[in-house]
């Protein structure tokens, strides 16, 4: 984790940041047509607590969140993956969705070493 980049960090943040916005508007939206909201908010309760966690790693922030909700957390994001991963595969090359997905992907796999990380020591 050491070894990241600060362009990577940033660029890591910012996308965790963009995807918490992304989830908090599907949710606001989904909410409001009375569907089942169960999925996203697991799914944003899970990238705020990689993005808490990176920052903890890389800035020394403190999180208010327990080993049991980064584990779960943990879960949710390894299933999160591959789901972005069909996307990116789907998408077109040079495009600025596919741009956008590649560093959500590596977003979210910096997210779980820093939670596997922070789980072996």
């Not at 409001?32 to 808490?52: H, P, S």
């Not at 591959?82 to 590596?106: C, D, F, H, M, W």
Request: glycine share 2%; no cysteine.
């Amino acid at each position: 984790m050491e070894n990241v980049s600060n362009l990577d960090r940033l660029e890591s943040i910012k996308s965790l940041q963009s995807t918490i916005s992304k989830l908090e508007n599907a949710l606001s939206q989904m909410t409001q047509k009375g569907v089942n909201i169960t999925l996203v908010k697991k799914r944003l309760k899970a990238v705020r607590i990689g993005l808490a966690i990176l920052e903890n790693v890389w800035d020394q922030r403190p999180h208010q969140y327990t080993q049991i909700d980064v584990v779960e957390a943990r879960d949710v994001l390894i299933d999160l993956l591959p789901v972005i991963e069909n996307s990116y595969a789907k998408s077109k090359s040079g495009s600025p969705q596919r741009t956008l997905l590649e560093r959500r992907i590596k977003a979210l796999e910096l997210a779980l070493q820093a939670i596997e990380n922070l789980s072996n020591s």
